[in-house]
Nanobody
């Protein structure tokens, strides 16, 4: 059974940093593309970042502030978030998949439960 578990969310002030983690089990981690999405209640779940063996992609809204990485030996993906803004407030989800386009929710087969990030002004 595939499980993705996010952690590291919290309440911070604008300008602060957070690092999210996504621990994966039940799949061959290195064979899947991994993604981060975020969602504000009542709004669409939006692409944040993607990482594969050969490529990293970011949403324009987080370029230069967020960094995605993964440690295959630990089956864990990370999202380092710097210079946080109030508009980054959302529930952050990690996902695993092999589809395309990698910015689309439909490209991912497995999802975590999410972790809340709140940035106060």
């Amino acid at each position: 059974q595939v499980q993705l578990v996010e952690s590291g969310g919290g309440l911070v002030q604008a300008g602060a940093s957070l690092r999210l983690s996504c621990a994966a089990s039940g799949l061959t981690f290195g064979r899947y593309d991994m993604g981060w999405f975020r969602q504000v209640p009542g709004k669409e779940r939006l692409f944040v970042a993607h990482i594969s063996l050969s490529d990293i992609t970011y949403a324009d809204s987080v370029k230069g502030r967020f960094t995605v990485s993964r440690d295959i030996s630990k089956n864990t993906m990370y999202l380092q978030m710097n210079s946080l803004k109030p508009e980054d407030t959302a529930i952050y989800y990690c996902a695993a998949g092999r589809g395309a386009p990698i910015t689309s929710r439909g490209a991912y087969s497995y999802w975590g439960q999410g972790t809340q990030v709140t940035v106060s002004s």
